[in-house]
């Protein structure tokens, strides 16, 4: 499913109140739940320090690949060696009943977690 947005560079990064979006120039990624960056083996967290700059320095890096277990994470793997993971359980969620969309070019939603 995640074919058409691996071997793309991420193009933007928007941050909207509670949730992130990421962009790859046609396909995209909505992110409810907070996202953990791992950069120069460092956690950034949405509370932490550098959270937002260690999430904007992955623009124009290309996605390698997606990597989605079931009910437990979804990881963006990027060619420099850094990731962006986002937690899928249920005690994350809160009471938002999605954590990721994710849209095909063309904005169709083409799954949610």
Known sequence: MFEEVQGRDLATVTFVRDYVQLGFDGPSF????????KSGG????RKDNGFCDA???LINKRLLRCELEENV???LLFDSGESLMV??????RGTNPEAVLYYASGNN???VW
């Open 30 to 37: 909505t992110l409810v739940v907070d996202p953990v960056v």
């Open 73 to 75: 994470s979804m990881r």
């Open 55 to 57: 999430l904007v320095s």
């Open 87 to 92: 937690p899928l359980g249920d005690e994350v």
């Open 109 to 111: 939603v083409a799954s």
């Open 42 to 45: 460092h956690e950034f967290r």
